[in-house]
């Protein structure tokens, strides 16, 4: 990975202050540039909503919205908070995510959000109850578990038994109590398969399977129409470096040929996109602090590990690394250092899941030298163990 320049001179400045050194550091200009391509190269009625799990900072909420992205998909009403507070409209709120809470799905319905994506039979029912009390009627889309996943993705999100949306094989027993529900306005579903795939064909298989069961609900349930369909994220980045990125035209065109295809002209969209909007704004950079042999390998400390940076160990993958070096003084004549070999990152905390990275190559490294995360924009901060020993919280630098 190759740091860029504007990054290391931010490094290099907040080094001179004597601090520790453990920050992330963004510039959004990658998510604009990608929101920008992806408005101008989809087919009609696709609307890309930031999906701001992956980072719910104020810099990217700007980015979202400066860039024109059509809202927020949002899974708590902490993260619809932090939306209307960037200037979002409620109407351009989408709200998924199993085990929404009474008081979220009131919230919901009294900012009048644009759909609620229904989780289960029960969640349906609760919405129903809390439109009655407000008189108000809901626009939703049902969340389905289809009987398909990708294997080579990082995350399956249907497929198998799950705990998102409502199996596919259920669908007959749903779908007559789901329209029997007065206030709640069918729209359409919702379906997500994988996160971070980089094949276009997987995702597009996902996007026929889908038509093809807005197809069938439609020809069985007379009046019903699934004017709405919700892809959910799943654009992947290269976090291995193999050179193989999403190609976002491919699947633009392959939407666009299934779109004809089934005659769906005119419908609407949704693609909840996080990941690939977000992950190559942000990097996290964390001083090293020791460096040891153990047993035949280097351990190299860092000052922040999985409390400011979990995926690497969540996800059990490497993110792209490299090494600020700062020439600075040994701490005593005889300390260790890396020399193009293979080593082990971890934090300071006191567990072996502390992982930031493992056998991962390294030319040079010493202590003192700044370690760089790359495609940390997305699912960095905000899915870390940030409490655990109570180390101080990463500053997040915005450099745009
Ligand atoms: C419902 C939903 N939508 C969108 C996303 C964003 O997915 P990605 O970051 O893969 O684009 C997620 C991620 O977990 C999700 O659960």
């Known amino acids: 990975m190759r740091i860029p320049a504007h990054v290391e001179q931010v490094l290099r400045q907040r080094a001179q202050t004597g601090e520790t050194l453990n920050v992330y550091v963004y510039d959004t200009s990658a998510m604009r540039r990608k929101l920008g391509l992806l408005k101008s190269i989809m087919p009609a ?41 960037a200037g979002f409209s409620p109407a351009s709120l989408i709200y998924t995510g199993p085990g929404k809470r009474p008081e979220e799905l009131r919230w919901a319905v009294e900012q009048r959000i ?16 809390i439109c009655e009390a407000f008189g108000a009627t809901q626009d939703i889309l049902l969340r389905i578990n289809a009987n398909f996943d990708i294997h080579e993705a990082q995350t399956t999100f249907s497929g198998g038994s799950k705990k998102f949306g409502i199996d596919e094989e259920k669908l007959d027993e749903v779908m007559p109590e789901l329209l029997g529900l007065s206030r709640l306005r069918f729209r359409g579903l919702h379906v997500y398969a994988a996160s971070g795939v980089l094949n276009v064909s997987d995702l597009l298989k996902n996007c026929e399977l889908v038509f093809g069961m807005a197809a069938d609900i439609e020809s069985r349930y007379g009046g019903v129409i699934c004017d709405i369909i919700d892809f959910g994220g799943g654009f992947g980045v290269d976090y291995l470096e193999t050179g193989r990125d999403f190609d976002p035209r491919a699947y633009a065109a392959g939407l666009d040929a299934l779109i004809r295809r089934f005659g769906y002209e005119g419908r609407t969209f949704f693609l909840e996109l996080g990941r690939y909007l977000a992950a190559d704004s942000g990097w996290f950079c964390t001083e090293i602090l020791d460096i040891k042999e153990s047993r035949g ?50 934090g300071p905390l006191c567990t072996g899941a502390d992982k930031l990275a ?33 180390h101080p919280r990463p500053e997040e630098i915005v450099l745009a």
């Open 45 to 85: 009625g696709v609307e890309v909503y930031y999906a701001m799990k992956a980072n719910p900072h104020a810099a990217f909420l700007r980015a979202a919205k400066e860039a024109g992205a059509a809202g927020i998909e949002i899974a708590s009403i902490g993260e619809g908070r932090k939306a209307l507070e």
């Open 114 to 129: 644009r759909t609620i994506h229904v989780e289960s039979l029960t969640e349906a029912h609760r919405l129903q109850r």
């Open 297 to 346: 390998k280097k351990q190299v400390v860092c000052a922040g590990g999985i409390n400011h940076f979990r995926r690497p160990a969540a996800l059990a993958i490497n993110h792209p690394l490299a090494i600020v070096r700062m020439h600075r003084d040994p701490v005593f004549p005889g300390q260790e250092s890396v020399r193009g070999e293979s080593v082990y990152f971890g």
């Open 358 to 390: 493992n056998d991962v190559h390294v030319d040079e490294a010493d202590i003192g030298d700044i370690a760089v995360f790359g495609l940390a924009g997305a699912y960095g901060l905000t899915m870390s163990n940030i409490e655990f020993l109570s």
